[in-house]
Nanobody, 120 residues
Framework: VQLQASGGGLVQAGGFLRLSCATS????????MGWYRQAPGKQRELVTH???????TYADSVKGRVTISRANAENTVYLQMNSLKPEDTAVYYC???????????????WGQGTQVTVSS
């Protein structure tokens, strides 16, 4: 199972970005999917996650500015980020809880990370 994140980049404050993360491999089912971020010198933190039924959770720091969504048929999760701030600058990692046919057990997988830089 692999997660491939894309969509990061450099944007000015107030701008927007849309991140995508596609899950591939021998997948039976995907439960929760989410996005984390890690800024330089800081611990990785949860940004948002969404379960299979569509229930979502957002960190207080991003509420009202980001939206997570998923396309179950494509095993893909998206992160729409609006009104970006310099403090949103970080490497963004996608995460998924996957039931794979190779192990027949739920496991957590991570994408490789995509850099988001917001200039002031």
């Amino acid at each position: 199972v692999q997660l491939q994140a894309s969509g990061g980049g450099l944007v000015q404050a107030g701008g927007f970005l849309r991140l995508s993360c596609a899950t591939s491999g021998s997948i039976i089912s995907i439960n929760s999917m989410g996005w984390y971020r890690q800024a330089p010198g800081k611990q990785r933190e949860l940004v948002t996650h969404i379960n299979r039924s569509g229930s979502t959770t957002y960190a207080d720091s991003v509420k009202g500015r980001v939206t997570i969504s998923r396309a179950n048929a494509e095993n893909t999760v998206y992160l729409q980020m609006n009104s970006l701030k310099p403090e949103d600058t970080a490497v963004y990692y996608c995460n998924a809880e996957v039931l794979g046919s190779s192990y027949l057990q739920w496991r957590e997988y991570w994408g490789q990370g995509t850099q988001v830089t917001v200039s002031s």
